[in-house]
C-alpha cells in the first residue's frame, strides 16, 4: 500500500519558474491538503479539497494554486516561482467523516523539497 | 500570529524516563487536539489526540493532557525509547471549521531520548 505518493522529491527553481507538484493517494479518501513546513513555522495549510472538483484556500494561499481533477490526485502549482516559496511541500489526505477523530488524522506524504533561487 | 506554539524546539532525556512535550495556544475556539510525531525525509504520522470536552487520553506509553482554562496541552511519553526521537507537532483544529483536516501546527519539537 503507498498510501499518500508525491512527486518529485526534491527540485530546484530559479526565480519566475513554474511548477507542478503531483501528489498521489491510494485510500480513497475524499479530503486532500497540501502543507508547507518552514523553520520555526511549523506546518502551514496551503490549499485544501474536500472533493473531486473543488479546491478551498487554507491559511497561505497566495502565489499557489490546486486542482483535484480526479480523486486520487492533488495537483499544486507555482505559476512564477519566488524565493519565499522555498520550503518543504507536504501533501496529506483523511476521509470524510462526521467525527473530527477520524477527519483530522492525517495521512502524510514523504514531503517534496523546493529551493527557489 | 502564532495561535499553536510549542516553546521549546528541542528536549533531551534518558531512556526509560519521562518525555514531556508541552503546546500553548491562544484561540479559544479550537476543540480538538493532535499530536503528530515525524522521523527525519518522512511526513508526519498521527499520534494521538484529545477533544476538549476531555481532559486526558492515555494510548499504551502515550498520554495527552489537555487543560483548557491554561489553554495548555502536553504529551507524556513513559517511558521513553531512542525509537521515539523524532520531531513532535501538536496541532489544533477550529470549531466551526467542519471535520475536514485544516489544522493549525505548532512549530515542533525535536525530541532526543538517550539511550
Known amino acids: 500500500n503507498a498510501g499518500v505518493t508525491q512527486t518529485p522529491k526534491f527540485r530546484v527553481l530559479k526565480t519566475g519558474q513554474s511548477m507542478t507538484l503531483l501528489c498521489a493517494q491510494d485510500?480513497?479518501?475524499?479530503?486532500m491538503y497540501w502543507y508547507r513546513q518552514d523553520p520555526g513555522m511549523g506546518l502551514r495549510l496551503i490549499h485544501y479539497?474536500?472533493?473531486?472538483?473543488?479546491?478551498a484556500k487554507g491559511e497561505v494561499p497566495d502565489g499557489y494554486n490546486v486542482s483535484r481533477l480526479k480523486k486520487q490526485n492533488f495537483l499544486l502549482g507555482l505559476e512564477s516561482a519566488a524565493p519565499s516559496q522555498t520550503s518543504v511541500y507536504f501533501c496529506?489526505?483523511?476521509?470524510?467523516?462526521?467525527?473530527?477523530?477520524?477527519?483530522?488524522?492525517?495521512?502524510f506524504g514523504a514531503g517534496s523539497r523546493l529551493t527557489v533561487l | 500570529d502564532q495561535q499553536v506554539k510549542q516553546n521549546s524546539p528541542s528536549l533531551s532525556v534518558q531512556e526509560g524516563r519521562i518525555s514531556i512535550l508541552n503546546c500553548d495556544y491562544t484561540?479559544?475556539?479550537?476543540?480538538?487536539f493532535l499530536w503528530y510525531k515525524k522521523y527525519p525525509a518522512e511526513g508526519p504520522t498521527f499520534l494521538i489526540s484529545?477533544?476538549?470536552?476531555?481532559d486526558k487520553n492515555e494510548d499504551g506509553r502515550f498520554t495527552v493532557f489537555l487543560n483548557k482554562s491554561a489553554k495548555h496541552l502536553s504529551l507524556h511519553i513513559v517511558p521513553s525509547q531512542p525509537g521515539d526521537s523524532a520531531v513532535y507537532f501538536c496541532?489544533?483544529?477550529?470549531?466551526?471549521?467542519?471535520?475536514?483536516?485544516?489544522?493549525?501546527f505548532g512549530q515542533g519539537t525535536t525530541l532526543q531520548v538517550k539511550p
Open positions: 484529545i477533544s476538549s470536552i476531555k
Open positions: 484561540n479559544s475556539m479550537f476543540d480538538y
Open positions: 496529506a489526505s483523511s476521509y470524510s467523516t462526521r467525527f473530527p477523530s477520524g477527519a483530522n488524522v492525517l495521512t
Open positions: 496541532a489544533a483544529k477550529k470549531v466551526g471549521s467542519g471535520n475536514t483536516g485544516k489544522l493549525i
Open positions: 485510500m480513497n479518501h475524499e479530503y
Open positions: 479539497s474536500v472533493g473531486e472538483g473543488t479546491t
